[in-house]
């Protein structure tokens, strides 16, 4: 990942830190009620193509980095198994929807993101009222920072699921448990929330989950959106409605996965101390989550210094795909700052 010192998103004239803090904070609030999400426009079509970039480049990060795929040496073999695999059940049924799903699914899990779009794509000509495609390439589209476009596609999939019955989508990457803990509607309002969530529309978000929360059925899903429901209500300064989502969260709620999500709630609530919270954490991919959500706490609670150290330590941790890597590398830009 090269470096970069032009940030994407615009930046203003150099302020002192907190009152660069307090006016992002104030910009990105909203006073409108909480009427549910504002839709994008829907997408029901592949839509233009993507600036092109050189192999084997996916993206261009917030800040002007530009991403390329970084797997785990230990993952790669087994992840490119996967891929032959799905991809030979693709091509003896090529028009075949769940074939579609996992030769998407399977690019992804190897960073080539750009890839399972144009999967998905494919896929979205071929059954276009398939609310599955455009919660998957929506997914995609927030890892290579193409957040307008991840909004019209969840957009589309909330629309095509309304009323309908939820389904438990399977896992790619089972847990220890081998226990799916997630749904198709879930995963839709989850991404709708985290794409409004990184482009500052914590009104927006809290829409989406609680479109979320309405259909929690188990204490991983309960923690994943606790966890975003507090930020946003406390980037807006809604302390006293953050505390209640507080109240259910407990040490001994019965986690698979999300084991981070529930760490960090705890925190918020004091029983946890942040800095060994976070010095805990020997997984790369969840020192990226707990990073961003204690440099998020500090941030909120006007510790800015340590908010900024934060950030930039979760960007050094190269997990460039995961959602708290994404949200600290968008505040990280607003504030115009970088590393």
């Known amino acids: 990942m090269s470096a970069s010192r032009s940030p994407r998103f615009g930046s203003t004239a150099r302020q002192s830190l907190l009152s660069a803090a307090v006016a992002f904070l104030t910009a990105c609030g909203s006073s ?20 092109p970039l050189p192999a084997p480049a996916q993206a261009i990060s917030l800040l002007g980095d530009t991403l390329r795929p970084s797997v785990p040496a230990e993952r790669e073999e087994k992840l490119v198994a996967d891929l032959e695999a799905a991809r030979a059940v ?34 979205i000509e071929l059954h276009p009222d398939d609310a599955r495609m455009y919660r998957h390439r929506g997914h995609r589209y927030i ?3 193409e957040f307008d476009r991840a909004l019209a596609d969840f957009a589309r999939a909330a629309a095509l699921v309304e009323e309908r019955p939820d389904e438990v989508e399977p896992d790619g990457q089972p847990n220890a448990r081998g226990i799916p803990t997630s749904t198709l509607q879930s995963n839709i309002w989850y991404h709708y929330g985290l794409a409004q969530y990184l ?15 309405a259909i929690t059925t188990n204490p ?20 006293a409605e953050a505390a209640t989502v507080l109240e259910p969260i407990t040490a001994d709620l019965d986690v ?30 969840a020192s990226a989550t707990v990073g961003y959500g204690v440099g998020n706490w500090y941030l909120y609670n006007g510790h800015v210094d340590e908010a900024l150290a934060a950030f930039r330590q979760v960007l050094r941790t190269g997990q460039w795909a995961s959602f708290g890597y994404i949200a600290a590398e968008a505040d990280l830009a607003r504030l115009g700052e970088a590393r």
């Open 32 to 51: 409108a009620p909480d009427d549910g999400p504002r839709h994008a426009p829907e997408d029901a079509s592949v839509g233009p193509a993507l600036t």
């Open 220 to 239: 991983d899903q309960l923690v994943a959106i606790s966890h975003w429901r507090y930020m946003a209500l406390r980037r807006l300064g809604r302390d």
């Open 90 to 123: 693709y091509d003896a049924n090529p028009r075949d929807a769940d074939a579609i799903i996992w030769l998407g699914r399977r690019l992804g899990y190897l960073q080539e993101y750009r890839k399972a779009i144009e999967v998905f794509s494919r896929g």
């Open 199 to 213: 482009e500052g529309d914590f009104q927006g978000a809290l829409a989406s989950y609680g479109r979320y929360l």
């Open 143 to 145: 890892s290579i920072r």
């Open 256 to 285: 698979i996965e999300n084991t981070s999500y529930r760490d960090l709630l705890l925190m918020y609530k004091g029983e946890i101390p942040p800095d060994s919270l976070w010095s805990g954490q020997e997984d790369a991919l």
